[in-house]
């Protein structure tokens, strides 16, 4: 006869633990996104860096979204972005002229990503910059921030968000210019050099 008493717990092994999904760069990059501005036009700049999470490790599965306004300043009002084959109905890219101020980049192993746009413009009292929501994993929200790429005018002293931030928390959202019309940006998650991000209502 067992001496087992009927509703004695059993043991059993933890089970592993899984990363919050959806995985945002496994099925929405396509062709083309991180490509918004012809390779030939001449204000053209390529923006660059990792996204990092609160131990500074890469996070290689974000998603990250741009949308900026030509060198004038002005928001593209085209669409273009997503042509599709009108024979298989797959992705076909860009066309290689328009320029449609979006671009979609998922990031690598290391974390990193990189667009081609146009440097942006200003617009009113706004120092030129592009908007970026981020999709990544563990975020059970996407995230809305801002860079700003140096440039002629205004000031960034001038912006509005910028003035209402500490200096350090400001420089944040700065993006540091490199050789070649290049600049880096890097997107820290948490810590604390977290990037600023924007709520709206």
Do not use: K
């Not at 928390?169 to 290049?182: D, I, S």
Request: charged share 15%.
């Amino acid at each position: 006869m067992s001496t087992r008493t009927p509703h004695a717990p059993v043991p059993h092994a933890p089970t592993p633990s899984h990363t919050i999904g959806p995985f945002y760069g496994y099925a929405l990059p396509f062709p083309g996104g991180p490509e918004a501005a012809p390779y030939a036009h001449p204000d053209t700049v390529t923006v660059h860096g990792r996204v990092l999470d609160g131990a500074g490790a890469p996070v290689p599965d974000a998603l990250l979204e741009f949308w900026g306004p030509d060198a004038d300043g002005q928001l593209p009002q085209q669409g273009g972005s997503l042509r599709r084959d009108p024979v298989t109905g797959g992705f076909l890219g860009r066309n290689g002229v328009d320029f449609t101020g979006f671009a979609r980049v998922a990031t690598d192993a290391d974390g990193h990503w990189a667009i081609r746009t146009l440097r942006p413009g200003a617009r009113g009292p706004h120092a030129p910059y592009l908007s970026v929501c981020v999709f990544a994993r563990g975020l059970t929200h996407h995230l809305f921030t801002r860079v700003y790429v140096p440039g002629d005018s205004p000031a960034t002293g001038t912006d509005p968000l910028l003035a209402a931030l500490p200096p350090e928390r400001r420089a944040t959202l700065l993006a540091t210019a490199e050789p070649h019309a290049t600049y880096r940006f890097d997107l820290r998650l948490q810590g604390p050099d977290e990037t600023v991000f924007l709520e709206f209502s």
